[in-house]
């Protein structure tokens, strides 16, 4: 018979080791930080410099700027990169460099022109801002603008004939402009951009460039969209600055305007699509507003092909 010392002993064995407790969960990474970016700014006539951010599209871009210099955002007719003087080289399209520095040229002198249309084309290649001004971007050599001496590039033009054009896009107001009758004078209202004393006099025609004021830096740019918020994006491939340059020359040759943004939004909407009946049903639902014709849109769908094979 067990005695009561040896049933003890066995009742109260030892116990068992706990399970070590779970090893706290780590931490959730934190997400990456969206790079904080500051631009520099400056009026192009003079003016302290300013610092500006946080702005997602051009008028937000104009309205900080306007904010810095106490100004209206609609005195802003364009910006320029890295150069004061009214260079079309230099002009802020759809990319800012991240250390690239920003002019703002706002309105000077208004000044009337009356036109008459001798032919069927003006010399003008107009542009917009993306902020309701659109602007004389090049007068071709020997046309009939070029023989005023009154019109220059930079000039924002603001009525034709008492019609205010404000709000209108550039390629609205090129076909206005194709549109009125031959023989018959007009009118033009213009507003230069105000100069500083190194500038006066000055009268440009525009050149044709290798590309449109992309000043960048590193491996990123700021691309701002008409629609849509800006973002940080690679610098674009040669494949992609070739057939931009070559679409712009063909917004350029079939409707009067030049626009980087607009050439590049094409390019990337080709890279969607694998046949030309594709190409131009996706321009359709994205850039409809435009009307492009069949023949434009074949043109611009063998460019980007050329480019593509150019650039291997």
């Known amino acids: 018979m067990e005695s009561a010392a040896a049933q003890e002993t066995r009742g109260a064995e030892a116990p068992r080791p706990s399970a070590p407790p779970p090893s706290p969960a780590e931490p959730p990474a934190a997400p990456r ?33 306007a904010e810095a210099f106490g100004i209206a955002p609609t005195e802003i007719l364009f910006c320029t990169l890295n150069s004061h003087k009214v260079d079309m080289q230099k002009l802020l399209g759809g990319q800012i460099g991240l250390e690239d520095f920003i002019f703002a ?28 001004y659109a602007f004389i971007k090049r007068i071709k050599e020997g046309s009939i603008i070029n023989r005023i001496q009154a019109v220059c590039v930079g000039d924002s033009i603001e009525a034709i004939n008492d019609h205010s054009i404000v709000g209108c896009r550039h390629y609205e107001v090129a076909k206005m402009l194709r549109e009125l009758p031959k023989s018959q004078p007009f009118t033009l209202r213009l507003v230069q951009p105000k100069r500083a004393f190194d500038m006066i006099g000055q009268r440009s025609r525009g050149s044709k460039c290798p590309m ?26 040669e494949f992609e600055e070739e057939a931009s340059r070559r679409v712009d020359d063909l917004l350029e ?35 409809g507003e435009f009307a492009f014709p069949d023949e434009f849109v074949v043109e611009v769908w063998a460019a ?7 650039c291997g």
Request: no cysteine.
């Open 33 to 65: 930080a969206r790079p904080r970016l500051v631009f520099r700014t400056q009026l192009a006539h003079g003016s302290p410099t300013g610092k500006i951010e946080g702005f997602t599209n051009v008028r937000e871009l104009y309205a900080k700027i």
């Open 105 to 132: 040229h706002v309105r000077g002198e208004t000044k009337e022109v009356e036109v008459t249309k001798t032919e069927d084309a003006l010399g003008l290649t107009i542009t917009d801002n993306g902020a309701g």
């Open 212 to 237: 449109e004021a992309k000043v960048t830096s590193g491996r990123e740019t700021l691309r701002l969209r008409s629609g849509g918020a800006a973002s940080l994006e690679e610098v674009p491939s």
């Open 253 to 287: 040759s079939y409707m009067g305007i030049r626009d980087p943004e607009l050439a590049s939004t094409m390019v990337d909407t080709s890279k969607k699509t694998l046949s030309v009946q594709e190409f131009a049903h996706r321009l359709d639902s994205v850039l």
């Open 304 to 310: 980007i092909g050329e480019a593509r094979e150019a």
